[in-house]
Structure formats: structure tokens, C-alpha cells
């Protein structure tokens, strides 16, 4: 799997949009770029998955650079709750293990 | 309602038992995979299995030990000879597709206190 490099943590006002960059610059053809996010002390739970087109669910967007070689991952409105751990991983879309880093760890203040 | 769970919660052992960390999960998922985690680090994988009776290491399986006799269940024994074995450990599974998105579901995690 590619390795991915995320900033260690980051501060986000309540109500404001939360930006989340990932850099997988050794991304391949056939790997997807896949979020999760990891509340303390709880296991990791998924958020988004994308290829090469922008994405977006009912948790948030996911906006992937036209050379793939970088993500970010956008909370639109980021509450108290989505403090938590983030992780970018990139796979191929059928495997199912992950190579997990240590995270952006994402602080949402009032 | 669907899920994977993982019991207990929390638990201590005396240094130098083995103990055994049970997974299980109703999504009829093939693949199952157990992942340690340490205070301030991300997950690592420690097994994973894709099918029934089979079952492969990962980057950390030295002092681990699983079994895979059903698709619901995918135990996990964490022997003597680990080394470091309190840790947070978590159990995930997915399908199995070769054209479909797969990704991991994971349990609530067993925090594993060695004293």
C-alpha cells in the first residue's frame, strides 16, 4: 500500500468548515483513497472513498487532486462530535486490509 | 441489528497467560482482521483472514496466534511470548470482491491490561 503523510493534529472552530489534506504521492493506478476517523477510545469507522473523481456522502467531501498525488477530506460544518482521529489510507479498492498511519488528530472548538 | 463485537471491553491478565480475544460478527462477512493499537499510534495489523480456515500474518503477528474455524468468528490469543502485550486491540471485518468497494467495520476494541 502507498504511504500516506498527514499533519499530526489540527484545530477547527465549531460551525466551520474543516479541511483534512493527505499527501500520497506514491498513490497507484489502481488505488483508492480511503478516510476514516477514530473517536477515543472506539473503534475506527468509515467516512468516504474515492478514485479520481470528487466524492461526497452524508459525512463529507472528498476532494482529490488531478495528478492523485494528494486528498483532502472536507467536514462542511464540523461539530464538537467530529473530534476525533482521521486517517488517510490508499488501497486497491478490493483489498480489504488497511495500512493505517498515526492520523491527523482534529480539535473542534466552540 | 448487524454488527461485529468485540468481548470484554477491558481485561487484565498476570504476565506470562495466555489470553484469548473474542470477535464476532453477523454482516456474513468473509474477511476478518485484528489490528493493535498503542496509546498516541495508529492501528497495526497483526492478522487477517479471507476465508474460512485460512489465515494469514500481518506486519506485527510474533506472540499472536488465530483460528478461523467459522465466518462469524475470528478469535484472537495473545500468548506468553509477546513481548509487550497490553495494548488497545481491535477486529474489523469486510467482504470479499473484486469489484466492489470493501471497506473494514470494525468493533469497539478490547483495551488488554498485562500486570
Known amino acids: 500500500d502507498a504511504k500516506t503523510t498527514q499533519p499530526t493534529s489540527m484545530d477547527c472552530a465549531e460551525g466551520r468548515a474543516a479541511n483534512l489534506p493527505c499527501n500520497h504521492s506514491?498513490?497507484?493506478?489502481?488505488?483508492?483513497v480511503y478516510w476514516y476517523r477514530q473517536i477515543h477510545s472506539q473503534g475506527p469507522q468509515y467516512i468516504i472513498h474515492?478514485?479520481?473523481n470528487n466524492e461526497t456522502n452524508e459525512m463529507a467531501s472528498l476532494i482529490i487532486t488531478e495528478d492523485r498525488k494528494s486528498s483532502t477530506l472536507i467536514l462542511p460544518h464540523a461539530t464538537l462530535r467530529d473530534t476525533a482521529v482521521y486517517y488517510c489510507?490508499?488501497?486497491?479498492?478490493?483489498?480489504?486490509?488497511?495500512?493505517f498511519g498515526d492520523g491527523t488528530t482534529l480539535t473542534v472548538k466552540p | 441489528d448487524g454488527g461485529i463485537t468485540q468481548s470484554p471491553k477491558y481485561l487484565f491478565r498476570k504476565e506470562g497467560q495466555n489470553v484469548t480475544l473474542s470477535c464476532e460478527q453477523n454482516?456474513?462477512?468473509?474477511?476478518m482482521y485484528w489490528y493493535r493499537q498503542d496509546p498516541g499510534q495508529g492501528l497495526r495489523l497483526i492478522y487477517y483472514s479471507q476465508i474460512v480456515n485460512d489465515f494469514q500474518k500481518g506486519d506485527i503477528a510474533e506472540g499472536y496466534s488465530v483460528s478461523r474455524e467459522k465466518k462469524e468468528s475470528f478469535p484472537l490469543t495473545v500468548t506468553s511470548a509477546q513481548k509487550n502485550p497490553t495494548a488497545f486491540y481491535l477486529c474489523?471485518?469486510?467482504?470479499?470482491?473484486?469489484?466492489?468497494?470493501?471497506?473494514?467495520?470494525f468493533g469497539q476494541g478490547t483495551r488488554l491490561t498485562v500486570v
Open positions: 506514491t498513490i497507484s493506478g489502481n488505488e483508492y
Open positions: 489510507i490508499v488501497r486497491p479498492r478490493n483489498a480489504g486490509k488497511s495500512t
Open positions: 454482516l456474513n462477512h468473509d474477511a
Open positions: 474489523a471485518s469486510s467482504i470479499v470482491a473484486r469489484t466492489m468497494n470493501t471497506e473494514a467495520f
Open positions: 474515492g478514485l479520481k
